[in-house]
Every structure is written in C-alpha cells, then in structure tokens.
C-alpha cells in the first residue's frame, strides 16, 4: 500500500538553530512531493513542492527541502528557526499515475520553535 | 495560486440538524476537494467535486451523509447530514491548480464544526 511517513510526531528547536522535518514515502514511479504548513486555526498553505529536476527545493518562509530518490525520503528544512514557524508541518505525496490527483498524505509534525 | 473563501468559518449545531459549506474560488479550476480534520490530525478525503456530475466518494463517506454539489468551475458545497458529535471537525475544501501546470493543492481556511 502506498504511504507517507512522517516519523516525528513532534521536534523542538531552539530559535537560531537549523531545523529538520523528515518525510519518507512508499510509492512507486516518479511522484510529486509537497510539504503544507498549518498555523493554528489556520487552514493549510502550501510551502513547496518537488516534481522534477534540482533535488534542493526553495520555497516560502526560507524553507527549503531535499529530495533523495534512493532513500525515497524529502525532508523539509530551514538553517535558521524562527519562533514564527512553530507550527504543524504535513508531507503529502501524489503519485504520479495519470489523472489521479489525490494526495497522500502523512500524519503531521508538530514543529515547536523555542525563543 | 488561488484566493479560497469558506463560509462560515464556523458553527455550532445540533444533533440530528444539517449544515452546508460553502467553497468559492476566484478563478476557474479543474478540480475540487473536500476534507475532513480532527483538530491536530492529519487530513481525510472526504470527495472529489466533479463539475457537472457527481461527486467521487472515497471509502467510509456516502452521499446521503454528505451530499456535495459542484454547479461550476468556482464554486462548491459540502452538506453535512444528520450530524452527531462525531462529525464534529474540520472541514476544508481545496482545488488542484492543474490548468497552469502547477499541479498544486491550494486550501481553503476551513469550516470549524461543534456538533452537541
């Protein structure tokens, strides 16, 4: 069965400091990947996504993310936290198989940013 | 990207009564969803909106529960029936930007539901 993982339901980091949220995937092909973010009581917003090319992918809030085909993982990352990004962090995929649009998604990282 | 309104933001209902969302976007789009999300959950598809036709079910959600119309290429609703505090939620509507090649989901802020 297709699937994302998110592994850490939760990652602190102090304010300054890197940050990594790890994302790993089951599916097969070539699928595109995308990371949401949900402030609270806020709807999703999209931050990035993967579909072809660089394997570093930039995106808003200076977030950025890594595609690794071999160990099928994107992880999202930023080099400096700000308490403004504490928030809850998704990983969703979309395999690429025709006019399939659905997303699968992971179950979310709670992302705490301490000042 | 595209601007997505919900209304109402939110609502407190009771038992046994009915609610319609309502999904408006500012530009045309092929495609149309509607989740679910328990507060600080992950996100369940609840349908595909098609336009013109009905709307494609995932496993678990049935029509006569949530019946979902699609008028347009800008608009839908989503109608919660019968409700129970079990449907109490977080419903969101998203769209699948695919007429720019974008083939991104872009979200709606959310319908809060209580059910008592």
């Known amino acids: 069965a297709q699937s994302v993982a998110q592994p850490e339901d939760q990652v602190n980091v102090a304010e300054g400091n890197p940050l990594t949220v790890k994302c790993t995937y089951s599916v097969s092909g070539n699928p595109y990947l995308f990371w949401y973010v949900q402030y609270p009581n806020r709807g999703l917003q999209f931050l990035l996504k993967?579909?072809?090319?660089d394997n570093l992918v930039k995106g808003s809030y200076g977030f950025e993310a890594e595609f690794n085909k071999s160990q099928t993982s994107f992880h999202l990352k930023k080099p400096s936290a700000l308490v403004s990004d504490s928030a809850l962090y998704f990983c969703a995929v979309r395999p690429n198989a025709g006019n399939n649009r659905k997303l699968i998604w992971g179950l979310g990282t709670s992302l705490a940013v301490n000042p | 990207s595209a601007v997505i309104s919900q209304k109402p933001s939110r609502d407190i209902c009771q038992r046994g009564t009915s609610l319609t969302i309502q999904c408006q976007v500012d530009?045309?789009?092929?495609?149309m969803f509607w989740y679910r999300q328990q507060p600080g959950q992950s996100l369940t598809l609840i349908a595909t909106a098609n336009q013109g036709s009905e709307a494609t079910y995932e496993s678990g959600f049935v029509i006569d529960k949530f019946p979902i119309s699609r008028p347009n290429l800008t608009f839908s609703t989503l109608t919660v029936s019968n409700m129970s505090p079990e449907d109490s939620s977080i419903y969101l509507c998203s769209v699948d930007m695919t007429g720019d090649l974008t083939d991104t989901q872009y979200f709606g802020p959310g319908t809060r539901l209580t059910v008592l």
């Open positions: 993967y579909i072809t090319g």
């Open positions: 530009s045309q789009v092929t495609m």
